[in-house]
C-alpha cells in the first residue's frame, strides 16, 4: 500500500511543502503581550540548535523577528534518547489566545467507522515537524514568532 501511495510519503527526504489551502490564525484580542525570556541552553548542546535553527530558517519554517512578543525554545529528551526534539513553549501565548469551538464528531461514531479496517497503521511524521510547518499563519495574526534567535541567550 505504501508503494501505491508512495507521492504522499517524503521517502527522498525533500523539503516538505507547505498548503495554501488554509492559514492558521491566532486571535488574542486586546491582550497585552506575552513575553517569556529565553530559557538556558547547556553550552554542549548550542551547536546542536543553532544547527536545528538555521536548517529551520533555510527551509522558510522560521524567520527573523522584532517582535515584542517571544515564547522559549526547549530540548525535550526523546525516549530513544538520540540528540533531543527542539520545541516552542507556547503556554503563556495559549493562555491569552481566544479559544475557538468546532462540533467533534462523537468517539463512538469514529469506532464505528473503523471497526471494520483491517489496516491499522501508525507513522512517525519526521520529528514531528510536519505538526507546525505544513500550514501558513496569518501575518497580522502572528504575535509570537516561532523562535527568538538564540545566540541572544549566550
Known sequence: M????????????????????????????????????PRFIPYALRPAVE????ALKEQGHIRVSSSEWNAPIVLVKRKD?????????YRALNSQTKLEFYPLPLIEDILYQVSQ??????????????????????????????????????
Open 51 to 54: 544547527a536545528e535553527v538555521q
Open 117 to 154: 479496517s483491517k489496516w491499522f497503521s501508525t507513522l512517525d511524521l519526521r520529528s514531528g515537524t510536519i505538526k507546525y510547518h505544513w500550514m501558513t499563519t496569518q501575518y497580522r495574526s502572528q504575535p509570537s514568532p516561532p523562535m527568538k534567535d538564540i545566540s541572544s541567550t549566550q
Open 2 to 37: 505504501i508503494w501505491e501511495f508512495q507521492e504522499a510519503f517524503n521517502l527522498k527526504e525533500e523539503p516538505l511543502g507547505r498548503t495554501n489551502l488554509v492559514e492558521h490564525k491566532i486571535e488574542t484580542g486586546d491582550s497585552d503581550r506575552v513575553y517569556v525570556p
Open 81 to 89: 534518547k538520540s540528540h533531543p526534539r527542539l520545541c516552542v513553549d
